[in-house]
């Protein structure tokens, strides 16, 4: 089992999410997450969705036959080597009085994570990184008593020189930047 | 095209008036109409119903320039569209209603998706205030039709609508043919535009960019492998007679001596005259062009996607030889068979671009390795069906009869079965465009609406219907619609009073347990006179030529039923999931 990055150029149209899950639904193969946002470029859409999958040659033709849907720019498909990639995560965790005191100095250190919220009874700390150092972190907290944990889909940029938006189709785009 | 209707509408010109005045606003159901003109539109098939009825009220002031084929049910709608741009080419309209009007498209949808052929429908919906709120006839038709069309958008207001209707028949054309679904909201079509109406033909979608001309590379390793194969072979699918490339595929056959075949929707492509065309190879092709792709060192496939019904068993296909794969959607490439040489393009400009590349050859003592498989399959399949001995007329005998009344210049329109096979394996094909037929879905009832389809895109030509009767029940008050249009359909029955191909398949591989495939059917010559259409069985062989020459004689439409023999089976066979190696003859 490869773990692959897909990073999608879209079209901000509506519906476009429901177009690209169904190329997978139909061919069974199950989304690990999945991010959406829009680019540097006005009306440009980037969708990031990570799979696992033995057969490099499955997911080639799915990249494929995600390029043939109309709204999308261009599709492309990485290994965890070729990017670079982050995850963020938020823990809520509960701080009763008597508990155990969580040491703040060593999750700062430690763990590079930090509180960015609290209240009397619950404090809720963001952690972010790889998907492994996230649930390093879930380990290490995990005793304190997770009151609600939620983790983000994977964003992602390539390796490469040129910012990947350099390969979608040549237009007047408008820029953010 | 740029229409603008001021300058239709507008009165004589008062300078003292702004012009905006005088400009007429368009609704958005005119709207739709003017651009339906404009994109050059001629017919469309439709049904009406609640959330269309501002478009037909329109329609109704455009009967001179639109051609309304009124149909009894929609998938007939979706399938006559289909006839007619399998015959020309240009999308064929659908216009239906909301909810179960746009459901019964669904199965003409899916067919034209999978045929690639280019098709617009054009569908009512609730007002966009009742969106989501399982309003009556409320459909999510946008959800329904997403995996089964190229493109497909809701219209929620009139502004949008020339520009949408001209993007939706230039993706419908374009690249890799296939439908296209609007979806428009009721008061869209009841509103008033706010802005002139203006129409501009679509010529360009930034994140559409289908590859027509082929990368320079490619051609160069393509031709290279053509150029050094001692057995190439040449399978040409419906990529070639969408690209309308039937010209520059003879030229580059003449030149390279390459021996063709065709696959089910590649027929005509070629003229089966002609001394390169071996046949035609798939689960029930010809002998020869089956088992040669075991024995060619190069397949060159065309305009073609090597589908189950070709390959049999992927695994077992053609491992010997390398693969040349011309085609249009880069999907394509390598999706079932590994290609060594892809060429990305349309077929026309690949072949046009190869010319040059490729040296003259002659293959003579290769294509002749062909030959004696003919021999074989004339002799066991071939003769024993179209000069039998046996009491009851064989389907093959009736269309073989029928090819050389027609001298092989009609346009065949096959249903789905025996009598498909029985009509892609001994109709004569001389020109191209001449078989209409569902590859890809297999659709049941689709040749009976596909057929007046077929004779609206070109009337010059005559259309055969060849159905089963099976076929006949799923779409039979399509009659109606042939009745009412006057058009001069001919439609034959070859009754045998089966699902003849499902009960062949029990037959030979479920031990003969006949399971459900008898029918008892009605009296199709009554029903046919019912509905004002008239019509004869032919039951006797001594009558089946003077039978065909009636039906081919009127200038009406008419129906054929010919009883055929119950148990005919479709031969030659080469059972699902095999290899062509284990082609069956008998």
């Known amino acids: 089992m490869n773990t692959y990055t897909i990073c999608i150029f879209t079209e901000n149209t509506i519906g476009l999410l429901n177009r690209i899950t169904i190329i997978f639904t139909r061919r069974r193969i199950n989304i690990e997450s999945l991010t959406v946002s829009e680019t540097e470029r006005k009306g440009v859409s980037r969708f990031t969705i990570v799979i696992k999958h033995e057969s490099r040659e499955t997911v080639e033709k799915l990249v494929r036959q995600i390029r043939k849907i109309i ?21 809520k965790i509960a701080t009763p009085l008597g508990s155990k005191p969580l040491d703040i100095e060593y999750i700062n250190k430690h763990f590079n994570a930090w509180v960015v919220y609290w209240q009397l009874d619950y404090v809720v700390i963001e952690k972010t990184g790889s998907e492994k150092e996230i649930f390093e972190f879930f380990s290490y907290i995990k005793p304190h008593g997770i009151l609600e944990f939620v983790r983000s889909g994977r964003v992602a940029v390539g390796k490469t020189e040129k910012g990947l938006v350099e390969y979608l189709p040549e237009y007047e785009w408008e820029y953010y930047l | 095209m740029n229409t603008t209707v001021s300058e239709i509408t507008a009165e004589e010109p008062q300078p003292a008036v702004p012009a905006a005045k005088l400009i007429k606003p368009l609704t958005g159901a005119e709207a739709l109409m003017q651009s339906l003109v404009a994109e050059g539109v001629d017919t469309i098939f439709g049904y009406p119903g609640g959330a269309i009825m501002p478009v037909y009220d329109a329609l109704y002031d455009y009967q001179d320039r639109l051609n309304h084929i009124l149909v009894r049910h929609e998938q007939g709608a979706a399938h006559a569209a289909e006839g007619y741009a399998r015959v020309t080419g240009r999308a064929g309209v659908c216009l239906v209603t909301s909810g179960p009007g746009a459901t019964n498209l669904v199965t003409g949808i899916a067919d034209a998706m999978i045929d690639s052929t280019p098709m617009v429908c054009l569908v009512g919906q609730v007002g966009v205030k009742l969106l989501g709120t399982d309003a009556f006839q409320e459909t999510d038709v946008i959800g329904v039709t997403m995996p089964i069309t190229k493109w497909n958008y809701q219209v929620t207001s009139a502004d949008e609508i020339p520009e949408i209707v001209a993007k939706a028949f230039y993706l419908a054309q374009t690249g890799r043919p296939g439908p296209v679904v609007i979806d428009i909201t009721k008061n869209a079509q009841q509103e008033l535009m706010t802005k002139p109406f203006e129409y501009q033909k679509c010529e360009k979608v930034i994140s559409y960019r289908p590859r ?19 057995k190439p072979y040449m399978l040409v699918g419906h990529g070639v007679l969408i690209a309308k490339a039937e010209q520059e ?84 490439i390598d999706k079932i068979i590994k290609a060594d040489a892809p060429v990305i393009g349309d077929a026309k400009e690949v072949l046009t671009r190869l010319m040059p590349l490729v040296h003259q050859n002659d293959h003579t003592a290769w294509r002749n390795e062909f030959r004696k498989y003919d021999d074989i399959e004339d002799q066991k399949v071939t003769h024993p069906a179209i000069a039998p001995t046996t009491e009851k007329i064989k389907m093959a005998e009736a269309i073989d009869l029928l090819s050389k009344k027609t001298r092989g210049e009609a346009v065949m329109v096959a249903d789905v079965g ?28 689709f040749a009976l609406p596909a057929a007046f389809g077929a004779k609206v895109g070109d009337p010059s030509r005559e259309v055969i219907a060849i159905i089963g009767d099976g076929c006949f029940q799923m ?13 001069p359909v001919k439609i034959i029955i070859l009754n045998n009073n089966f699902l003849g191909m499902v009960r062949q398949w029990q037959q030979l591989f479920f031990d003969r347990r006949y399971s459900f495939v008898e029918l008892q059917n009605p009296d199709f010559i009554t029903i046919g006179k019912g509905f004002g259409i008239d019509g004869h069985t032919c039951a006797n062989r001594e009558d089946l030529s003077a039978s065909l020459d009636t039906l081919l004689a009127s200038d009406k439409p008419y129906l054929l039923e010919i009883i055929v023999e119950k148990e005919e089976n479709v031969f030659p066979m080469v059972p699902a999931g095999t290899s062509v190696a284990s082609i069956r003859l008998e």
């Open chain 2, 418 to 445: 025996q009598h498909q096979m029985m009509t892609s394996a001994y109709y004569e094909f001389k020109k191209p465009h001449s078989l209409v037929t569902s590859g890809g879905l297999g659709t049941m009832g």
């Open chain 1, 71 to 91: 709204e999308v720019m261009a599709v492309f498909g990485y290994l965890n080597d070729e990017i670079v990639s982050n995850e963020i995560a938020l823990f």
């Open chain 2, 212 to 230: 027509l001309v082929p990368k320079q590379d490619q051609l160069e390793k393509a031709a290279e492998l053509i150029n050094k194969a001692k």
């Open chain 2, 475 to 487: 779409t039979i008050q399509e009659l109606g619609t042939i009745a009412q249009s006057k058009l």
């Open chain 2, 249 to 332: 595929l003879l030229a580059f056959v003449e030149k390279t001596g390459i021996p063709v075949a065709t696959t089910l929707l590649g027929q005509s492509a070629i003229s089966v005259d002609h001394p390169l065309y071996m046949g035609w190879l798939g689960m029930h092709g010809n002998y020869g062009p089956n088992v040669m792709t075991d024995q060619c060192d190069l397949l060159i496939g065309v305009g073609m996607r090597f589908d189950d019904r070709v390959t049999g068993n992927p695994d077992l296909f053609a491992r010997q030889a390398k693969v040349v794969h011309i085609e249009i959607d880069p999907a394509e």
